[in-house]
């Protein structure tokens, strides 16, 4: 298997780093970084880390674009334009 080709350390650093996006936990985010840059050629673990991400969302993307997923969407949408930025604006 060739260095650029995505495996599956680079699909569970994929999902793990989603999950770290979802909480907000930064230190979890720079955990995740840190591994791949710890890789012995961290450019292309930054891109297999890239591809996993992106092969992640292409395979969610299909389930939103349901009646449900809509709602669900719609929803996200209506909860963070009530989100209080404070000084973050």
Known sequence: MSNQQPQLIDARRAAILAVHFGRQDIEGVNEVLRQ?????????????LLFGLLEMYAGILPMLHTERGLLLLSQMVVDLSRVDLGDQQ
């Open 36 to 48: 791949v840059a710890d890789e012995e050629d961290p450019p292309a673990a930054t891109a297999r």
